[in-house]
């Protein structure tokens, strides 16, 4: 299911540009340069968005911008690898220069920035959302419910727009309407519940034993997200990989949360930043700074040589 995306969505701006006379100066020291081992230049660069690559007000900094770039003029592919819808991604002036391809939605779309169209490529049967969607209401009292199509999202509560950025547009839906049968496909069905934690709300659900699904949480953020069960970070950027004859040795990848574990476990080389997830930083092969100090600038900028 191919879909080709508008550069920006009607009524819904893109972040305003970063000032580009800021690109070589006033830039943070730098530290001491992270141990990467002198390992050869990578052929991918893989990078998870929020928490690893992107600031706490969802931009990219100017050091991170500069580093992706430079490693686009050494001949590296650079991939986003996020649960952002492709929207979420291509909206952000200054990230989407520096990309060949974003992964979205955990896995579930692949978007192509130069042709500007994104493939749903791994969707939620529509009858499978429909029993998880019964069951997540059973195990979750109070949940509220949202489904991402890759394309847009419907949902019955404004919750669901607390903390998101740039994913607009929203359909909201009466409580009482059908959300699985309003939407023509599910990249995710996405579930909050006010007042909990994800791995308070993942327990509660981890006996859900439904084959083709599953479930990502984000710690202490109070949502899951569900996917079907071959849309992982790991195995869409193998996939993604293996159609340009690219081997997990030749890729580096970074990330922070549960979501990214797959794909740092399958990288050859992989960076968990400062402040991760136990269970990302014990995926990972290596460490690095914060996203607030660059962390993924650090690493490129060292198996780059770039300082």
């Known amino acids: 299911m191919t879909r080709h995306l508008p550069a920006c969505p009607p009524g819904a701006p893109a972040l305003p540009p970063v000032p580009c006379d800021t690109a070589l100066t006033g830039l943070p020291p730098r530290g001491p340069a992270p141990d990467t081992q002198t390992v050869p230049a990578p ?31 050494h001949g590296v592919l650079t991939v986003a690898v996020t649960a952002r819808p492709p929207r979420a991604a291509y909206r952000i002036p200054e990230l989407a220069p520096v990309l060949d391809a974003a992964i979205c939605c955990n896995g579930a779309v ?47 509560s404004t919750f669901h727009q607390v903390g998101v950025l740039l994913n607009d547009p929203w359909i909201l839906l009466d409580p009482d309407d059908d959300l699985i049968g309003a939407a023509d496909a599910v990249a995710e069905l996405v579930v909050r519940v006010p007042g909990s934690t994800g791995e308070a709300m993942y327990e509660a659900v981890r006996d859900i034993d439904l084959p083709g699904v599953k479930l990502w949480h984000w710690g202490s953020f109070p949502e899951i997200e569900c996917t079907a069960a071959e849309a992982a970070k790991g195995a869409a950027l193998a996939a993604w990989c293996v159609d ?21 476990a399958w990288a050859g080389r992989s960076f968990a930043v400062a402040g991760a997830h136990p269970d990302a930083a014990a995926a990972a092969t290596g460490r690095t700074g914060p996203a607030a100090e660059d962390g993924v600038a650090q690493i490129i900028e060292a198996v780059l040589d770039l300082t």
């Open 43 to 73: 052929k991918v660069i893989a990078t998870d968005l929020d928490g690893t690559l992107l600031g706490r007000d969802g931009r990219l900094s100017t050091r991170n911008q500069k580093a992706l770039q430079s490693a686009r003029e």
């Open 110 to 156: 692949v978007y192509d920035t130069a042709s500007q169209t994104a493939e749903l490529l791994r969707p939620v049967p529509l009858p499978v959302a429909r029993d998880l969607h019964g069951r997540l209401r059973a195990a979750l009292p109070g949940a509220v419910f949202a489904v991402e199509t890759g394309e847009r999202r419907f949902t019955q």
């Open 244 to 264: 340009r004859g690219i081997g997990a040795e030749d890729v580096i990848a970074f990330g922070d949360m549960p979501n990214d574990v797959s794909m740092l």
